[in-house]
């Protein structure tokens, strides 16, 4: 069965810091990742999404994810965070249907 | 920009009581999914429906859970006979579908917060 696992529930920056979620995921077939963003009292919004080619996606707001087949990995980056950034951030994973397999995400608070 | 809406924001009910939780996907979408978030959980799928019918469920979706699409527009969720633990965010999304290198994205709406009592 699919499944995603963000191993960090919480992380607290100051701003100018760089981030890196951590997302593993779990399917033995081809797999379309994405990287989704929810600001308080917003709804669910795409950052970025691989589904092939270059492993390293680059998406909205200076984000970026590097997918490492090796690792079944897609860790979320930003090399400045800023305090707009304060979100809760899901890794979600499609592999052989259209359906979301989400990870149970991750709540960043970026401190001025 | 388009976007996915649901209504009502908040609904409170009584256990055992049905609801409706509606739904306007993105007007030229074609697929439709109901999602759901209990406090503290993760996003949980429950449905996609494409060409008037359901193509995926969960185990969550049993026979006390229904979707339509009543009127080219809205796409409901119903719930017949609301438990406790029905209680939680429910997220429609809609795409336009997969594409030839993947699926496309999917939107989603901004929630109902289903609190049964």
């Known amino acids: 069965a699919q499944s995603v696992s963000q191993h960090n529930h919480h992380v607290i920056l100051s701003e100018a810091a760089s981030l890196e979620l951590g997302c593993n995921y779990s399917?033995?077939?081809?797999?379309?990742l994405f990287w989704y963003v929810q600001y308080p009292g917003q709804h669910l919004q795409l950052l970025l999404k691989?589904?092939?080619?270059?492993?390293l996606v680059k998406g909205i707001k200076g984000f970026e994810a590097e997918f490492i087949k090796s690792k079944f990995s897609f860790n979320l980056r930003k090399p400045s965070v800023q305090w707009s950034d304060t979100a809760e951030y899901f890794c979600?994973?499609?592999?052989?249907?259209?359906?979301?397999?989400f990870g149970t995400g991750t709540r960043l608070q970026v401190f001025p | 920009e388009p976007e996915v809406t649901q209504t009502p924001s908040h609904q409170v009910t009584q256990m055992g009581q049905e609801v409706i939780l509606r739904c306007v996907p993105i007007?030229?979408?074609?697929?439709f999914y109901w999602y759901r978030q209990i406090l503290g959980q993760k996003v949980e799928f429950l449905v996609s429906?494409?060409?008037?019918?359901?193509?995926?469920k969960s185990e969550i979706f049993d026979d006390q859970f229904s979707v339509e699409r009543p009127d080219g527009s809205n796409f409901t969720l119903k719930i017949r006979s609301t438990k406790l633990e029905d209680s939680a965010m429910y997220f429609c999304?809609?795409?336009?579908?997969?594409?030839?290198?993947?699926?496309?994205?999917?939107?989603f709406g901004p929630g109902t917060r289903l609190t049964v009592l």
């Open positions: 999304a809609s795409s336009e579908g997969q594409l030839a290198g993947g699926y496309n994205e999917q939107f």
């Open positions: 399917y033995g077939g081809t797999v379309n």
């Open positions: 007007s030229n979408h074609l697929y």
């Open positions: 979600a994973v499609i592999g052989n249907t259209d359906k979301l397999i």
């Open positions: 691989y589904f092939s080619g270059d492993p």
């Open positions: 429906f494409y060409n008037n019918e359901i193509s995926e």
